[in-house]
């Protein structure tokens, strides 16, 4: 069994993690996972060269780089560090690509399946989507109808569907307007790549607006976006037929990455930890305003060092829309209390709920996650597992229903936990771990891969 250091990927490798007297040191974060998957995408989309430093090369981001292969697109990785690499994608243009010779394999992936699934829809071809066995639980009835509604094919087993995905795409598509009944980031990209390849305005509608990282990539590279509020919340909408323009891009660190950190200094009791270089788009820092609410001591600094913008090659306002935020995060040891999260706080913090219940568990009073049924749809049913994993470590949890509630009057104790092969359940444990009296043994390590290769190996690092 190994102690709190790196493990190889594919392989479910046990692992210690001893309580740590203090935490301290520097971090800089794998690049942003959402933000890799978009560009890896769009880069095929474009007709060019178009290069992505600072980014994931994590094992979901590595899936959707050999789909891309296997449509024809060249998408060599060109080095970097683990977690922090360049891609370089050579593409003439969604025109080019070829229907695959087999299974396009999503792996863990469900972003590269559901963003996949929609740049697909508007091919005139067919093809097949698939994964692991986690993957083959997640629920695809909310992508196939919109992409229905504009014309493409889609079908999968079962009367709840779920992979494999099979699409055979119709040129051009249909355009819609298509009201969200799930929030989804994943969703609304979709639709939005389809879009690319539909006469006129595909638009989206969304009562609560999730991330916005595609919406923001389309401008840098010349699509004409729209964004509006509506009645029912927030309109994104697309023009179809415009040329998607090959740019150079920096990717900034993961901020679902940093949540792990900011929780394990917030919530121990003598830490301060500094982040390096931390994407913080105002669609993706709820985490950082939750630890803030519950009395976290996190400071945003000005990068150092960082690009103001990730984005090179837009021009003029496009570039201006297209920037994603960076930023230096400062957390220190604090005294958390409860806080009462409804759904939208869930939603937007989606990725980042079970590192916060940790923090709930470290936290004065009893801290609810209302209306979090999502969380079942993920990697694993990510409410179950927060609940048996919290329970080990000696925290009060009650789940009833899709309603998580979790006191944090107990003192944690070191545990052996499963991670249900989820990688946020490594990390969050990993966390839990090292606030916990005595050792906690995590039996997957080799999960963190899939966002975070060199997490591990930063757990040792700051405990020094």
């Not at 639980?137 to 099979?166: K, Q, S, V, Y």
Request: charged fraction near 20%; include cysteine.
């Amino acid at each position: 069994m190994r102690s709190a250091t790196a493990a190889p990927a594919g392989a479910a490798v046990p692992v210690r993690v001893a309580h740590a007297g203090r935490l301290r040191g520097e971090l800089r974060l794998p690049g942003d996972k959402s933000i890799t998957h978009r560009a890896l995408i769009l880069a095929a989309f474009a007709d060019g060269v178009s290069t992505i430093a600072g980014a994931s090369d994590g094992l979901d981001c590595r899936a959707t780089a050999a789909c891309l292969a296997a449509l024809g697109a060249e998408v060599p990785l060109l080095g970097g560090e683990p977690g922090r690499v360049t891609w370089r994608v050579r593409s003439g243009g969604p025109g080019s690509w070829r229907e695959p010779a087999g299974v396009l394999d999503c792996a863990n992936s469900g972003t590269t399946l559901r963003l996949l699934a929609g740049a697909l829809a508007g091919r005139p071809f067919r093809s097949i989507l698939d994964g692991d066995a986690s993957l083959r639980r997640r629920p695809l009835a909310r992508i196939i109808e919109p992409l229905r509604l504009m014309g493409a094919t889609l079908f999968a087993p079962g009367p709840d569907p779920h992979p494999p995905l099979t699409v055979v795409g119709h040129a051009p598509l249909r355009s819609t307007s298509y009201r969200v009944p799930v929030l989804s980031a994943q969703v609304k990209s979709a639709i939005l790549l389809a879009g690319l390849g539909a006469e006129g305005r595909t638009a989206v509608v969304e009562p609560v607006v999730t991330r916005d990282h595609t919406e923001r990539m389309l401008r840098a590279r010349g699509v004409r976006v729209g964004q509006r509020q509506v009645e029912a919340g927030s309109e994104v909408s697309v023009e179809g037929g415009g040329i998607v323009r090959a740019v150079d891009e920096r990717v900034p660190g993961d901020i679902s990455g940093a949540a792990f950190w900011l929780v394990a200094g917030a919530a121990h009791p003598d830490a301060e930890l500094t982040i390096r270089g931390c994407g913080v788009n105002p669609t993706r820092r709820a985490i950082i305003d939750i630890l803030l609410a519950m009395g976290a001591e996190i400071e945003v600094r000005p990068a150092a060092g960082e690009p103001a913008g990730v984005t090179v090659g837009a021009a003029g306002a496009d570039a201006a829309a297209a920037e994603e935020p960076v930023a230096d995060l400062v957390v220190r040891s604090s005294e958390l209390h409860a806080v009462d999260l409804g759904p939208d706080d869930v939603a937007r913090a989606i990725d980042e709920i079970p590192v916060l219940a940790v923090a709930a568990a470290c936290a004065r009073g009893t801290t609810r996650f209302r209306g979090a049924g999502e969380l079942r749809h993920k990697e694993s049913d990510r409410l179950a597992g927060i609940a048996t994993g919290l329970a080990a470590f000696g925290a009060e949890v009650a789940l009833d229903g899709d309603d998580l509630a979790i006191g944090g009057a107990r003192p944690l104790r070191g545990a052996a936990v499963t991670t249900r092969g989820d990688h946020r359940f490594a990390m969050a444990f990993a966390v839990a771990g090292l606030i916990a009296d005595g050792v906690t043994i995590i039996d997957d390590a080799a999960s963190a891969a899939v966002s975070y290769p060199a997490f591990f190996d930063d757990v040792e690092r700051v405990r020094a």
